[in-house]
């Protein structure tokens, strides 16, 4: 599929470019990405390049991923990528440290979550699914803030970087979600 770019009342979601490898490699290098994401560890300017010169265009070009730059206006510096696998339906996000406590994650996957949902850009899906390594409250919190129900903790489907299994809190919202019985469905240990 070509590029698709989002627009919500603060952000602008489109594709990351080469003049975003700078930025992606410095927010990448936050101690939080070694803990709660599979990005490579320790993250250089090589491995930036590499996400946004052949990653993302191959992810867009083989229908497989769906990767976007958060920006808070058109042409601004990307602060965070928020991506949807088709394979999974699932959703993965980061904003940079400086981004944080604004409500842009919240607001940029809501945006991702109705474009796969309802767009047609994607294959079919009733649900779409989301995961964080288990005690990542704050992603369980962007999660529950957009609707998702919490549906357990299990491996996560990405090994660590170890390869070894690592326990995740799941998550799903469905097509037809009931946002009360969603926001129920969250347990005290995964609240901010
Ligand atoms: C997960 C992550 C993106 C969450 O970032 P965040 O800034 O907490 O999330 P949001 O952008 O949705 O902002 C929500 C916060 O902004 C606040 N906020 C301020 N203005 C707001 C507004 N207009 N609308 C909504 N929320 C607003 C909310 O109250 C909330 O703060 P709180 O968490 O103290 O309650 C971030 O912590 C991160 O990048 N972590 C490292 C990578 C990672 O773990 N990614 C997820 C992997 S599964």
Known sequence: MQPVVLRTER???DQPTEADAARIADYCGDPLFERFLTTPWPYGLQHAETFVGTLVPLG???????????RTYEGGPLVGVISYRTARSDVGFWLGADARGQGYMREALGAVVQWALFSGDVPPTD?????????NRSSAAVARAVG????????????????SPVPAWHGVLLRSHDASQAEASWPEETLL
Do not use: I, K, Y
């Open 127 to 135: 649900a779409v699914t989301w995961e964080a390594v288990a005690g």
């Open 11 to 13: 952000l602008v979601l």
């Open 60 to 70: 867009w070009s083989s229908d497989t991923e769906a990767t976007w730059a958060v």
């Open 148 to 163: 998702f129900a919490f549906t357990g903790t299990a491996p996560s489907s990405h090994p660590g970087r170890d390869g």
